[in-house]
């Protein structure tokens, strides 16, 4: 029988416990496991490193979300671009980025995989033959964020994908900003969709976390491989807390779109913003590819300050519901100064930010209350 998402987000990998019939998965917080003999562990559980039964109800509802075969949890999500990337990619392969990607995710190419002999080349991933220009014969992924952080630009998933296939590269897609909710990047050609679970996944700021969803089993066993060896592991209590995040992940994700698309109304007409970016607005570059391949346009919005970059320091600074806040994604509202919190990693560098951009992460209050915030953040 094939079900819904809501349905799936609470019942994937979490059926009763058949000891006790509890309907929430138990929290498993131990190491080690006994064995029956040597070498007949239980279940197929011997260290929690290599597997653990809340882990793995977490990762079979990842997959199922996601519309993969396997998903595998890690401690972050930078944890889980490592280990993609140590398992895929080998001293002298080549990776293409997007050109305003996450700082995070350019501080672990620009300053560690360089360092191990990754090459690496930022790219317009909105525009296909920029893409294209990018690729090299040593080329090993295509690496996409749809919508980019900060940015909030747009790919086109089918189309790079066939191009990345085309060139015998992977390509991988960071969905932290849309969700599985909104885009499944795995039905339109993606091999590997990877995750922040911290953001939108946990959705309430208290768990720290990273996914990887595949469809190629041979792939998902070698990355399973490295996960274990290289060690970066979600926990089982932050396992159990992103699973009972994930459970009204369809629900926050509706109404974190409802308010968004309302403070987008409100900031386009206030003469305090110069310009914002928001894949909804039919003059945004990206908005008929993300209303093919996206239900509906997410809870992250960013704007450039008419006054320049001290006008955009003062709006964050001034905002009291919008808390001033690294991450996003989750119950409340944030907002932040990319230049000098989250990309700050990127400055001088190809992928640096505009200095008058503001982002805002959109929570679940009243919308009113965050708009009255907004105005008097804006005042001058």
Not at 93 to 120: C, K
Not at 170 to 179: G, I, M, P, Q
Not at 226 to 250: C, E, S, V, Y
């Amino acid at each position: 029988m094939t079900h819904g998402f809501e349905t799936l987000a609470i019942h994937a990998g979490q059926e009763p416990d058949p000891a006790t019939g509890a309907v929430v998965p138990p929290i498993f917080q131990t190491s080690t496991y006994a064995q029956d003999a040597v070498g007949s562990p239980r279940q197929g559980y011997e260290y929690s490193r290599t597997a653990n039964p809340t882990r793995d109800a977490l990762q079979e509802c990842l997959a199922a979300l996601e519309g993969g075969r396997r998903a595998l949890a890690f401690a972050s999500g930078l944890a889980a671009e490592d280990t993609l990337l140590r398992t895929i990619c080998r001293p002298g392969d080549h990776v293409v980025i997007p050109d305003d990607a996450y700082g995070g995710t350019y501080r672990l190419f620009a300053r560690v995989a360089q360092r191990w002999g990754l090459d690496w080349t930022p790219a317009s991933i909105h525009n296909v033959d920029s893409v294209r220009a990018a690729i090299t014969d040593r080329t090993k992924i295509v690496w996409l964020e749809t919508p980019t952080n900060p940015l909030l630009g747009i790919a086109d998933i089918a189309a790079l994908a066939q191009l990345a296939h085309d060139r015998g590269a992977l390509l991988v897609v960071d969905n932290t900003f849309a969700s599985p909710y909104l885009q499944q990047p795995l039905h339109l050609g993606a091999d590997l969709v990877v995750h922040s679970t911290t953001k939108y996944i946990g959705g309430h700021s208290d768990v720290v976390g990273g996914a990887l969803v595949g469809t190629d089993e041979e792939l998902m066993q070698e990355l399973a491989y490295h996960q274990n060896a290289m060690g970066a592991i979600a926990g089982p209590f932050d396992a159990w807390l992103t699973l009972r995040g994930i459970k009204t992940l369809g629900v926050r994700m509706d109404r974190h779109c409802d308010n968004a698309e309302r403070v987008v109304e409100f900031l386009q007409r206030h003469k305090a913003v110069g310009q914002v970016l928001y894949p909804g607005l039919p003059e945004h570059h990206g908005h008929e590819i993300a209303a093919k391949q996206m239900k509906r346009f997410g809870g992250m919005v960013s704007f450039r300050a008419a006054g320049g970059e001290e006008a955009a320091v003062e709006i964050c600074n001034r905002a009291k519901l919008f808390v001033l806040g690294e991450s996003l994604g989750g119950v409340e509202s944030l907002i932040e100064h990319p230049g000098r919190m989250t990309h700050a990693s990127a400055a001088g560098s190809p992928l640096e930010v505009p200095g008058d951009l503001v982002r805002l992460s959109v929570g679940i209050e009243t919308i009113d209350d965050l708009l009255a915030d907004l105005e008097q953040a804006l005042a001058r």
